[in-house]
Antibody, heavy 116, light 108 residues
Framework: QVQLVESGGGLVKPGGSLKLSCAAS????????MNWIRQAPGKGLEWVSY????????YYADSVKGRFTVSRDNAKNSLYLQMNSLRAEDTAVYYC?????????WGQGTLVTVSS | SYELTQPPSVSVSPGQTARITCSGD??????AYWYQQKPGQAPVVVIC???ERPSGIPERFSGSSSGTIVTLTISGVQAEDEADYYC???????????FGGGTKLTVL
C-alpha cells in the first residue's frame, strides 16, 4: 500500500535551517509528481512546493521562494525540503503529498516550530 | 496572488444536503479538487477534476462546476461527514497550486 512518511521536523530558532524528508513506498516513486503542503496550527492548508517526477520542474509558493529548496532522490524513493531563514510564520505541520489527479496520498505530517 | 474563496462554515441536519461553494477567477480553465480533513488527520481527496469521485469515496459526495464557482454537494449528510473541507486548484498559469480557506461542516 502507498505510504508517505515525513521526518525531520522539530524546534528551530528564527533564522535557522531544517531539512525535511519524506520516504515513499508502495508505488513507483519516480513516476509521480510530489508536493509539500503545510498547515499552521488551527489554520488552513497552504501549498508550499511542487517537483516533477524527474525533478526538472520545480515551483514554489511566493511565501517560501528563495528560502526553501525542494529536491528528490528517485533511487532512494525520497523527497526533501531544505528550509533556510526560517520565520515564526513557517511554524506548521508539513505534509508531503503525491500528485495524481489532485493530491491523492498524503503523509501524516511532521511539525516544524520556529521559536526563540 | 490567486485566491479561492469558501464560506467559513456550513451547518446541516443529518439526512439533509450540504453544499459548499468555492469561487475563483481561474476555475473556468483549471480543475478543482475537494479534500476532507478530520481533526488530527491528513486530508483525503473526495472529488477530483471538478466532479470525479475517487474509488472508496461514498456516492453521497458529488462535485459540480459553473463558471467561476465549483460546488461540493454531500447528499444525505451523516454524522461522520463532520469535518473541514478544502477546495484546491491552480492559477491561470498552472504553476501555483492554491487551497481555499476551508469550510467547517457541522452536522447538527
Amino acid at each position: 500500500q502507498v505510504q508517505l512518511v515525513e521526518s525531520g521536523g522539530g524546534l528551530v530558532k528564527p533564522g535557522g535551517s531544517l531539512k525535511l524528508s519524506c520516504a515513499a513506498s508502495g508505488f513507483t516513486f519516480s513516476d509521480y509528481y510530489m508536493n509539500w503542503i503545510r498547515q499552521a496550527p488551527g489554520k488552513g492548508l497552504e501549498w508550499v512546493s511542487y517537483i516533477s517526477s524527474s525533478g526538472n520542474t520545480i515551483y514554489y509558493a511566493d511565501s517560501v521562494k528563495g528560502r526553501f529548496t525542494v529536491s528528490r532522490d528517485n533511487a532512494k524513493n525520497s523527497l526533501y525540503l531544505q528550509m533556510n531563514s526560517l520565520r515564526a510564520e513557517d511554524t506548521a505541520v508539513y505534509y508531503c503529498a503525491r500528485e495524481s489527479s489532485g493530491f491523492d496520498f498524503w503523509g501524516q505530517g511532521t511539525l516544524v516550530t520556529v521559536s526563540s | 496572488s490567486y485566491e479561492l474563496t469558501q464560506p467559513p462554515s456550513v451547518s446541516v441536519s443529518p439526512g439533509q444536503t450540504a453544499r459548499i461553494t468555492c469561487s475563483g477567477d481561474a476555475l473556468p480553465t483549471q480543475y478543482a479538487y475537494w479534500y476532507q480533513q478530520k481533526p488530527g488527520q491528513a486530508p483525503v481527496v473526495v472529488i477530483c477534476k471538478d466532479s470525479e469521485r475517487p474509488s472508496g469515496i461514498p456516492e453521497r459526495f458529488s462535485g459540480s462546476s459553473s463558471g467561476t464557482i465549483v460546488t461540493l454537494t454531500i447528499s444525505g449528510v451523516q454524522a461522520e461527514d463532520e469535518a473541514d473541507y478544502y477546495c484546491q486548484s491552480a492559477d491561470n498559469s498552472g504553476t501555483d497550486w492554491v487551497f481555499g480557506g476551508g469550510t467547517k461542516l457541522t452536522v447538527l
